[in-house]
């Protein structure tokens, strides 16, 4: 809009008016007003064309009132417009719309008023806030689109009226607590008649008139009020008009005519627990929050302490709260809220032991909550008192508790995050360091036997899981066994079943403190907190707990924020696909002992359904990684995808995706296995090998392969087992394990015969034929290409038909035929184009590459392998750029560039040592060695 707009206001707090630069503007007939009237209502929104008529003419509208409509809607947009002749209805194919800017709308600037206002009230700023609703509602001008009568306008109306009522309830409220009950009398005898049903003004008024002196007048105004209620409704008033009829015959605090204070003599309470000696750890934190808590502020310092169970918080706070009493010699303040137990204390209950404490006599309390907060922060007013307010609910049950006056401060812990809390700073606590966590077990047990078995101290440390409350149970334990080593306490908590046994002593315990968070849980939560616990892996993604209880991605990370938001999981970064997560290990134990609640079958439905989640994004994550000789055919276990949203988004990194599951995919198939999912866990880990093959993470690929491998024999599943051999076999190749290699592929082949897996067969002879060939049997090497190139041409395995070719290439070459290896690695080639697979391309060039030194042209043959060593590179292969990099060296020995091969041929003698293979590893000592033997010479 142009500059002009501004002087517009679009005004329905009255009769409807439009006004620029305060001059009204021209609407037209009571049909214009009527469409403006709902277009000035839904402000920013598109309005169709037949919701217009039907508010303008109803049920019936004439035939013509679409064309009527339109010829309102151009009058309105004429009258309507900027300086820049834009109009400030727009108009399009879904309808019509008011672009009225920010700020133009009486309601939107009513509305800002009542907002802001509430804000400064709730911060303790009551003048300022009474200040803002008084301006609030002098934007009023009578009953709102007074003289429009299409139900939109009528709804409106109603709607405003009340919101108006809210505002001077409210205000009302502030300047009765400002102590302006006497000019108030007047008002609220109006609004009282104006609103008889209105509790709260009846309330208000018996207040004002009880504060003034008028004592029978407020007690005839509850009587007229319940006569009405009783006599006419059959009700009776409410709880708080009932207390402040009580507080009024008893002549309460804030209901007679004298200043409270004047007849109470405030203590200097000293509440806190004693600190516990021996404190351990959080030295840098209970620094910062010191220095935070002794310089001067504007506002009072709050610190909210969160942390899982038994991770300090109370500790903490408490060690904090004698650090810094000093500098609050009015008073420590402390009440235990019971937050996570089934009957947290209420404010008001708090509240009213705050103020005995402080020594305003129990008659003097008022009933009301939010007078006794008044009456509260009215005590502290002036004086430096520090309040410890431990185990919180959540953000009501504290708020209300938050001192005004600057010189004071607040400790808060809780199990929840409380990110609600307008006031403060919120500190999250882990676990305590290895180093801190013998340190307190030595402080428990004595130094002598923590030194006497260090190891076994670190081991317990780490069952504890870092958290002080477990490693203090631990310790009573031993100091009640003073006959025990260290050692004796790791052998009974070695096993996770039973480990929340040993955690527990007299009236505490880990097991009891975790319930408790978790009984506070809703139903969902509790489901998915406790199927966390079937899945042992270090971290997780959320579509992990949108599998887990059967519902969307979205759904499962608001379920895990609202977790970690009550300290139960924890965020740990980012990973491909998104946030990661994880639970503390005494947690994960807590969650396997509860799920075992749920009946067996659930919870392999469960298991199935997670790790069926697993299946499909390692399946789309594995198309977009190069093919390999290893890519499987999909089996017949269950996918899961329902609640995985776009698996683009999840999987567009590939490799990052695997790398982030990796540390936990042998636990997945090993539960997967346990609970008889013999499918599930044979094809997770065949799909998995394509990115284990070309990542050369070997160890991880056979501990897979071998978590998988009993599952598939148990349930002869003869696919599966043929798949894993032949896996286990290519490790074995790659890690020169011959023998083991020939044995993995000679049994996977017999079981592909047996089933009648063509494929499978060719497969396992491709994995021999790399073995004869490596040991120059050439022609085995030969006869397996015989065998297994027409089944993979036949079947269409393009990937396979090139390996093959390039085996081929290589007994030929050796043979001095190198017209036929030419023309088997041209056939390669063009089966190359059509799968356009980088990886196989590099791995054709890598063989032409051979092929050149063959014919002594080292030159053609460094074009080829740079080629390669390009492309293969850009994919991340470090095996097939080791191989490839031997390959440059040889090249650079044959042209006499010592250095070069010298350089290169480090770099590859390095990789190679890293993949395990020994064999390369070897040849690029044995090239150095001639090189340096040649250097040496000359």
Same mark, same amino acid.
């Given at each position: ?15 409807? +008016? ?70 400030? !209805? ?10 009225a800017p920010v700020g133009t709308r009486d ?106 002196? +008028?004592?029978? /007048? ?110 609050y010699p009015d008073g420590h303040l402390f ?29 003097? !309390? ?88 260090? /190891? ?51 009236? !505490? ?47 499962? /990370? ?44 659930? +919870? ?166 790399? !073995? ?47 017209? /036929? ?63 490839v990099r031997l390959r440059i060296g040889r ?48």
């Open positions: 809009m142009a500059a002009g707009e501004q002087g517009w206001s679009f005004d329905v707090l009255g009769p409807l +008016r439009v006004t620029r630069d305060g001059e009204p503007v021209e609407l037209g007939a009571p049909q214009a007003r009527a469409v403006l009237a709902v277009l000035v209502l839904h402000a920013g929104r598109v309005i169709s064309a037949e919701r217009l008529i039907d508010e303008v003419w109803g049920a019936s509208p004439p035939p013509s009132a679409r064309v009527q409509l339109q010829g309102l809607i151009s009058q309105l947009r004429r009258s309507l417009r900027t300086d820049a002749r834009e109009a400030f !209805i727009a108009t399009g194919a879904g309808g019509y719309e008011l672009r309601v939107d600037r009513f509305e800002e008023h009542v907002a802001a206002a509430r804000d400064l009230i709730s911060a303790g700023d009551v003048v300022e806030g009474a200040a803002r609703l008084r301006t609030a509602l002098a934007t009023w001008r009578g009953r709102p689109l007074d003289g429009i009568e299409v139900p939109a306008a009528r709804q409106a109306a109603e709607h405003l009226s009340e919101l108006r009522l809210g505002a001077l309830e409210d205000v009302v409220a502030a300047e009765l607590e400002l102590g302006e009950h006497g000019s108030l009398v007047g008002e609220l005898a109006a609004l009282v008649e104006e609103n008889p049903l209105r509790e709260r003004f009846r309330g208000q008024r018996m207040i004002a008139l009880a504060r003034s002196g +008028r004592v029978p /007048e407020a007690l005839d105004a509850y009587r007229e009020w319940h006569s009405l209620l009783v006599d006419e409704l059959g009700v009776e008033p409410s709880a708080e008009v009932r207390a402040i009829h009580a507080g009024v015959l008893r002549a309460e605090p804030g209901l007679r005519p004298e200043a409270v204070n004047s007849v109470i003599d405030p203590a200097k309470p000293r509440q806190l627990p004693p600190d516990r000696s021996g404190f351990i750890g959080r030295r840098q934190l209970l620094g910062e929050l010191t220095d935070e808590f002794v310089r001067p502020r504007d506002t009072p310092p709050v610190v909210v302490v969160t942390g899982a169970a038994g991770s300090g918080k109370t500790a903490l706070s408490v060690r904090l709260a004698h650090s810094v009493g000093d500098s009440a235990q809220l019971r937050g996570t137990s089934a009957d947290p204390v209420s404010p008001k209950a708090v509240l009213a032991r705050f103020l005995r404490a402080l020594r305003v006599p129990i008659d003097m !309390i008022p009933a009301d909550l939010d007078e006794c907060a008044a009456l509260f922060r009215d005590m502290l007013s002036g004086r430096r008192v520090l309040l410890v307010l431990d185990d919180a609910a959540d953000e009501a049950q504290v708020r209300l508790l938050i001192p005004a006056e600057a010189m004071c401060a607040v400790v808060i812990t809780s199990r929840q995050r409380l990110s609600g809390l307008e006031w403060g700073r919120s500190v999250k606590i882990g676990a305590l360091t290895d180093t801190e966590s013998t340190a307190l077990l030595a402080e428990v047990v004595g130094g002598e036997r923590v030194a006497a078995d260090p /190891e076994a101290a670190r081991t317990l440390a780490d069952y504890c899981g870092g958290l002080p409350l477990a490693l203090r149970i631990v310790g009573a334990q031993l100091v009640d066994r003073p006959h025990w080593t260290l050692l004796d306490m790791v052998d009974r908590m070695a096993a996770e079943r039973g480990r929340l046994d040993w955690l527990a002593a007299g009236d !505490i315990a880990v097991r009891a403190s975790f319930a408790l968070s978790y009984e506070r849980l809703g139903a969902t939560h509790q489901t998915l907190f406790r199927r966390l616990g079937l899945l042992p892996v270090p971290t997780f993604a959320s579509w992990v707990a949108a599998a887990l209880v059967d519902t969307d991605e979205a759904t499962g /990370e608001r379920l895990l924020a609202d977790l970690v938001a009550t300290n139960l999981v924890e965020p740990v970064g980012r990973a491909s696909g998104g946030p990661r997560y994880r639970l503390h290990d005494l947690l994960r134990v807590f969650a396997a002992e509860t799920v075992e609640r749920e009946p067996e079958a659930e +919870r392999t439905t469960v298991v199935e359904r997670a790790v069926g989640a697993w299946l499909y994004l390692a399946e789309q994550a594995a198309a977009r990684l190069p093919g390999s000789v290893l890519q499987p055919a999909p089996g017949h276990a269950t996918r899961w995808a329902r609640g995985l949203g776009e698996a683009d988004r999840l999987v567009a990194d590939a490799i990052g995706w695997f790398d982030a599951e990796l540390p936990g995919l042998d636990s997945v198939i090993a539960v997967a296995a346990g609970q008889g999912l013999a499918e599930h866990a044979w094809e997770l880990a065949v799909v998995c090998g394509v990115y284990f093959d070309h990542q050369a993470v070997y160890p991880q690929w056979r501990q897979c392969y071998l978590r998988a491998l009993p599952a598939a024999r148990g349930a002869a599943a003869d696919r599966g087992v043929a798949s894993l051999l032949r896996g286990l076999g290519q490790i074995d190749i790659y890690e020169d394990r011959f023998a083991d290699a020939v044995a993995a592929l000679e049994e996977s082949k017999e079981i592909s015969e047996r089933i009648g897996d063509r494929h499978g067969v060719a497969r396992a002879i491709l994995g021999l034929g790399t !073995i004869h060939r490596v040991q120059g049997r050439m022609a085995e090497v030969l006869g397996c290409g015989d065998e297994a190139i027409p089944v993979l041409d036949e079947l269409g395995d393009l990937h396979g038909g090139v390996q093959a070719r390039i085996g081929r290439s290589g007994v030929y070459l050796s043979e001095g035929r190198i017209d /036929e290896a030419r023309d088997v690695l041209d056939d390669a080639m063009q089966m190359c184009a059509k799968l356009g697979d980088q990886h196989r391309t590099a791995n054709v060039h890598l063989a032409y590459g051979e092929m050149r030194l063959r014919e002594n042209n080292a030159t053609g043959a460094m074009k080829h392998f740079r080629t390669a060593l390009r492309m293969l590179e850009s994919l991340g292969d470090q095996r097939c750029t080791a191989q090249a650079h020995v044959a042209l006499g560039h010592d250095a070069e091969a010298t350089s290169v041929l480090a770099d590859a003698s390095a990789q190679f040592a890293t993949l395990g293979n020994g064999t390369r590893e070897a040849e690029c000592a044995l090239l150095l060695g001639q090189i340096a033997a040649r250097t040496r010479t000359v």
